[in-house]
């Protein structure tokens, strides 16, 4: 069988679900395209018997790049699972997009579930969730990594899953989704640079997966702005390698507000590598 799987990856913990499912699937004999959605786009290959959407829950949605093109992919009667990932809340995210994609794009969308992999956000107001560092972000890996393979094993089987139909969950989703764009907007105006530590290395320039950030010139350093499209993401934010990104003047202190720096040491050009790697 030949699985096609679409996935978008803030720092990193989408992209090491993407590959427990590709190590998985192919060991048990079928045919894997991993796909980013970042730079591929959502449009899956005609000869595909089985799709698949692997995601990190933002604000009880899919990221900002799916949502944007998830309704533009051609309509097929086949199968397709949705995977989502949080540190915390992740309300009814899969059912919810399930409830769109079967009506508009006739998928059967069989299976839906989610995994708790670690936080990427540590600002202020959103602190309560420390971001994991050594051996306590490795044992939360290492504790999804057989319930990704047992998920793998279910969808193989055709068993159905849906999962998120707590009613206090579908309840805070729903708030949170109404909330969330006008957040992301508050988040976006409040990052900043800190010209002290940065050394224009250009690494965010190249990460932001929406070209939102220009560096020429000295862009940031002097102007300390972005552009107006930010998502927030918190790639830059993160994986900034003097973590001279900024969310509000209190994140200087990176012993308070830690950065997430992925599931791997090289979380960074594994990501802008990505696209070669896994086509």
Same mark, same amino acid.
């Given at each position: 069988?030949?699985? +096609?799987? $679409?996935?978008?990856?803030?720092?990193?913990?989408?992209?090491?679900?993407? #590959?427990?499912?590709?190590?998985? %699937? *192919? !060991?048990?004999?079928?045919?894997?395209?991993?796909?980013?959605?970042?730079?591929?786009?959502?449009?899956?290959?005609?000869?595909?018997?089985?799709?698949?959407?692997?995601?990190?829950?933002?604000?009880?949605?899919?990221?900002?790049?799916?949502?944007?093109?998830?309704?533009?992919?051609?309509?097929?009667?086949?199968?397709?699972?949705?995977?989502?990932?949080?540190?915390?809340?992740?309300?009814?995210?899969?059912?919810?997009?399930?409830?769109?994609?079967?009506?508009?794009?006739?998928?059967?969308?069989?299976?839906?579930?989610?995994?708790?992999?670690?936080?990427?956000?540590?600002?202020?107001?959103?602190?309560?969730?420390?971001?994991?560092?050594? +051996?306590? $972000?490795?044992?939360?890996?290492?504790?999804?990594?057989?319930?990704?393979? #047992?998920?793998?094993?279910?969808? %193989? *089987? !055709?068993?159905?899953?849906?999962?998120?139909?707590?009613?206090?969950?579908?309840?805070?989703?729903?708030?949170?989704?109404?909330?969330?764009?006008?957040?992301?907007?508050?988040?976006?105006?409040?990052?900043?640079?800190?010209?002290?530590?940065?050394?224009?290395?250009?690494?965010?320039?190249?990460?932001?997966?929406?070209?939102?950030?220009?560096?020429?010139?000295?862009?940031?350093?002097?102007?300390?702005?972005?552009?107006?499209?930010?998502?927030?993401?918190?790639?830059?934010?993160?994986?900034?390698?003097?973590?001279?990104?900024?969310?509000?003047?209190?994140?200087?202190?990176?012993?308070?507000?830690?950065?997430?720096?992925?599931?791997?040491?090289?979380?960074?050009?594994?990501?802008?590598?990505?696209?070669?790697?896994?086509?």
């Amino acid at each position: 069988m030949k699985i +096609e799987i $679409k996935y978008f990856t803030s720092t990193g913990n989408t992209l090491w679900m993407a #590959k427990v499912f590709k190590t998985y %699937l *192919e !060991g048990k004999g079928h045919t894997v395209l991993l796909s980013n959605a970042e730079s591929d786009g959502m449009e899956y290959e005609d000869d595909t018997d089985m799709m698949g959407i692997l995601y990190p829950v933002w604000g009880s949605n899919f990221p900002t790049p799916i949502e944007k093109e998830i309704l533009k992919i051609k309509p097929r009667n086949k199968k397709m699972f949705l995977i989502g990932n949080c540190a915390l809340f992740t309300g009814d995210t899969g059912l919810y997009w399930k409830s769109i994609i079967e009506p508009n794009l006739n998928y059967d969308v069989f299976y839906v579930n989610h995994v708790k992999l670690p936080t990427n956000v540590n600002v202020r107001w959103f602190n309560f969730l420390k971001v994991l560092q050594g +051996e306590k $972000k490795t044992r939360l890996f290492d504790k999804a990594k057989p319930k990704l393979e #047992k998920m793998c094993e279910d969808i %193989l *089987e !055709g068993k159905r899953k849906e999962r998120g139909k707590n009613p206090f969950g579908i309840l805070g989703a729903k708030i949170q989704r109404h909330q969330a764009k006008s957040e992301y907007v508050f988040w976006a105006k409040k990052m900043t640079i800190d010209p002290d530590k940065c050394i224009d290395c250009k690494l965010c320039e190249k990460l932001c997966p929406i070209n939102n950030i220009q560096v020429e010139n000295n862009y940031l350093v002097k102007h300390g702005k972005f552009n107006e499209n930010c998502i927030c993401c918190a790639r830059c934010y993160n994986l900034c390698p003097t973590d001279a990104y900024l969310v509000g003047y209190e994140t200087r202190n990176t012993t308070r507000y830690r950065r997430y720096k992925g599931a791997y040491p090289n979380t960074a050009t594994l990501i802008l590598s990505n696209k070669k790697e896994w086509h």
